[in-house]
């Protein structure tokens, strides 16, 4: 046997994607994608179980009787087109670029299996020739004072368990944590000595948070009241009942907030664009002019009167019995006319005053003017 002719068998190996070995043993027959998709959601995580297990359906319903060596890369690129324009519609749409993305990346995995257990090929992965669709911009953004003002107050004034609410808000505002580290929060994560928390978050990271006195109070005390009273592998946060929240709680929270938000706004009178003593004749001169009804406003005296008990601060115009009022037992919920940002804001260094409030506050009439 010529050396040319070893060179020609190697090369044609290796665009067949073989090696010697693989001649030497009988060729494993390909499961269909009905077969082999169960197996790969047996292997997979519960992340991606949970995130690819409708798209998986798709791909049976589409592919379940073909090979998995018979699925080339245009007919997958057809079906997730089909499965953007299929999509369910929902208020935060944008395109349907995650559907397609989420798709290829749960063909990619099937795919991923098979060559692994060398049931295909190396270079058989046609969901690995398709581009996914450009990500989108991220809308993601931090709330303002005001935002976070408004959710605590809601929190503190509405529901079946505002101490429980309050905690969590208050957790994840000072830690930063999500909400997957928040419920994996044990009774014995709790370091009293150096103020800290172990937190245990996305891919199994582990770390300590340094967290304020008050915040480190408020968990003490709710595992003792709700909990076992002593450190213990079981989880922090639980009803009044004893029974650890899930995230469902989280769910009901922020649907609470966008309700009452909703309800709040609706009720609330369009603020004056002028705030003065109106002049022209045959108007009173003790009224104030009002953007939606000029023949409506309010006198004076009750404008001075609202300046005495309101203030301008970071978190907006709140009332000075909020700042004068300091709640110091744990984060709950005990005057429901004031808005609490007392012991969220405490523990931080005060913030610069927001661009406009001095205008906002010269805008206003003081007494004796």
């Keep these: 046997m010529s050396t040319n002719t070893v060179q020609a068998a190697r090369l044609l190996l290796t665009r067949l994607g073989l090696s010697p070995e693989d001649l030497l043993r009988e060729p494993a027959q390909v499961p269909t994608f009905a077969e082999y998709v169960p197996k790969v959601a047996l292997a997979a995580g519960p992340g991606a179980r949970r995130t690819y297990s409708t798209y998986w359906a798709q791909i049976i319903a589409a592919f379940g009787d073909k090979r998995l060596d018979q699925c080339d890369a245009t007919d997958i690129e057809i079906l997730a087109r089909q499965s953007m324009q299929t999509r369910i519609i929902r208020r935060t749409d944008r395109g349907g670029h995650s559907t397609g993305e989420h798709l290829l990346a749960a063909m990619r995995t099937i ?20 581009a996914k669709p450009s990500r989108q911009r991220s809308l993601r953004r931090a709330l303002t004072n005001p935002e976070l003002a408004a959710i605590n107050d809601i929190a503190a004034t509405t529901g079946n368990d505002t101490p429980l609410d309050t905690l969590i808000l208050r957790l994840h505002t000072e830690t930063a944590c999500r909400c997957g580290g928040a419920l994996a929060l044990r009774e014995d994560d709790i370091d009293p000595h150096w103020c800290l928390l172990r937190l245990r978050e ?9 967290a304020s006195p008050t915040l480190i109070t408020a968990p003490l005390r709710h595992r003792d009241q709700r909990g076992t009273g002593r450190p213990s592998p079981g989880q922090l946060l639980r009803y009044r009942d004893g029974t650890p929240i899930t995230s469902r709680r989280y769910d009901g929270l922020w649907r609470r907030v966008a309700r009452q938000h909703a309800r709040r706004l609706s009720a609330q009178e369009p603020p004056p664009r002028q705030v003065g003593v109106s002049s022209r004749r045959g108007r009173n001169p003790k009224t104030l002019k009002h953007p939606a009804n000029s023949r409506r406003g309010r006198p004076v005296a009750e404008l001075e009167q609202l300046t005495l008990d309101t203030a301008v601060t970071p978190a907006g115009v709140l009332p000075r019995q909020t700042l004068d009022q300091r709640h110091d037992g744990p984060i709950d919920a005990r005057a429901p006319s004031s808005v609490r940002i007392g012991p969220l804001l405490r523990d931080q260094a005060p913030m610069p005053p927001q661009h406009g409030a001095r205008r906002h506050q010269a805008m206003i009439p003081q007494p004796g003017r």
């Design 202 to 210: 996305k891919n199994n990271t582990i770390r300590w948070q340094p």
């Design 111 to 130: 795919y991923t299996h098979p060559i692994r257990d060398e049931l295909l090929p190396l270079q058989s992965n046609p969901a690995a020739a398709i």
